[in-house]
């Protein structure tokens, strides 16, 4: 089974409606990310969270929200999807460790997310 | 926003040669640098990690880091057409968030 899971994997919505990407996990990581890719624009961050209480915004926030369920659970909410909100979305995890020691990010499937 | 800069490429390169990928970035503090490959319309996946200074080998790849460039490539030899994909170059941020580049397409040919 996949360590990092992302539902739906594909949605086709219209402009204004809500819409909500799940993503879990079974590696047992804290820390959770999701992105949105663009061509040309590479991984931008939306946001991010260090455990179920900690919830950051990251380089793109504005138009989304999360929820952090549970340690193995991190939700991405678009209130009112626009146009401009389709694009491919990871979500990612990692280990709860900082300092000077590397740590690496693992990512979901992704969702292809299209808004028309 | 800390910077980290591709050539998007395509990097064009014929089976069996060394295929040089390079990135820079612009936050001279950074201390953790990463490769991902990701193949059309699949997730990014973790290939190699540079800390230090100098090279890193891990079979066909290569990482090289300097620091005092703030300059990071990636070397793969003996390109395979299996090794066509995007590369991405990401810098670790405080706080374990990564910073990518918009990466650089590879095509090997057969």
């Known amino acids: 089974d996949a360590d990092v899971t992302q539902t739906p994997r594909n949605r086709i919505t219209k402009t204004g409606k809500r819409i909500m990407l799940e993503c879990s996990q079974t590696?047992?990581?804290?820390?959770m990310y999701w992105y949105r890719q663009d061509p040309g624009l590479g991984l931008r961050l939306i946001y991010y969270?260090?455990?179920?209480?900690?919830?950051n915004k990251g380089e793109i926030s504005d138009g989304y929200s999360v929820s952090r369920q549970a340690q193995a659970k991190f939700s991405l909410s678009l209130e009112s999807a626009i146009p401009n909100q389709t694009a491919l979305y990871f979500c990612?995890?990692?280990?709860?460790?900082?300092?000077?020691?590397?740590?690496?990010?693992?990512f979901g499937p992704g969702t292809r997310l299209t808004v028309t | 926003q800390k910077e980290v800069e591709q050539n998007s490429g395509p990097l064009s390169v014929p089976e069996g040669a060394i295929a040089s990928l390079n990135c820079t970035y612009s936050?001279?503090?950074?201390?953790?640098f990463f490769w991902y490959r990701q193949y059309s319309g699949k997730s990014p996946e973790l290939i190699m990690s540079?800390?230090?200074?100098g090279d890193k080998e891990d079979g066909r790849f290569t990482a090289q880091l300097n620091k005092a460039s703030q300059y990071v490539s990636l070397l793969i030899r003996d390109s395979q057409p299996s090794d066509s994909a995007t590369y991405l170059c990401?810098?670790?941020?405080?706080?374990?968030?990564?910073?990518f580049g918009a990466g650089t397409i590879l095509r090997v040919k057969s």
């Open positions: 936050d001279r503090v950074s201390q953790s």
């Open positions: 990401a810098v670790k941020e405080y706080g374990n968030k990564l910073v």
């Open positions: 540079i800390y230090s200074n």
């Open positions: 990612a995890t990692s280990d709860n460790a900082d300092g000077g020691s590397p740590y690496e990010q693992y």
């Open positions: 969270s260090f455990d179920v209480k900690d919830i």
């Open positions: 590696k047992g990581h804290d820390r």
